[in-house]
């Protein structure tokens, strides 16, 4: 288990993910917000951070530009394969397992953290004013219904019915 404050995780086998609280003992996890800037000024607002996804692709970038970075070092809680994640609209659901499903709420703003964690890296999780997305590292997302997420796990993507809107930064 991730100790409060620290962004990297150790990987796992297997995530359990629980209903409108996150993932089961992580320091992210709870129905309000974790985030301690956040969280000091606004301390009842809804958690929209219970659940960080990051592709592995991004990794295999960062380490070509000299990073090295592996799964559950930038904090994530999931690590998928072939999404786009950071394209994706908000309020698509992505589904592991028989039951667990998460709804994308944003992308993972990079913090100081990072490049204190390997110096220069937070530069290369930025995108200019002209590229989309602005970050590049990770999403965000709320448990909408719990269950186990395990290593190889098909994550199956139902983008939402209604317009496209690109995820917020977070």
Known sequence: MP?????????????????GHGVEGDAHAGPFVRHRHLARRRPRLPNLRQVHLIASER???LREAGFA?????????????????????????IEFG????????????????IDRFRAGLKRHVLSSAETRPPFKCGVLGVVRAGGAVAAGDTAR??????SFETLPAL
């Open 3 to 19: 100790i409060a404050g620290t962004t990297s995780k150790p990987p796992r086998d297997h995530v359990v993910l629980v209903g």
């Open 59 to 61: 990794f295999a970038h």
């Open 69 to 93: 970075v592996a799964a559950g070092d930038l904090g994530e809680n999931i690590t998928t394969a072939g999404l786009d994640l950071e394209l994706m609209p908000l309020g698509t659901l």
């Open 98 to 113: 028989p039951t667990a499903i998460i709804e994308l709420t944003g992308l993972r703003t990079p913090c100081v953290l």
């Open 157 to 162: 993507v139902r983008l939402p019915s209604t």
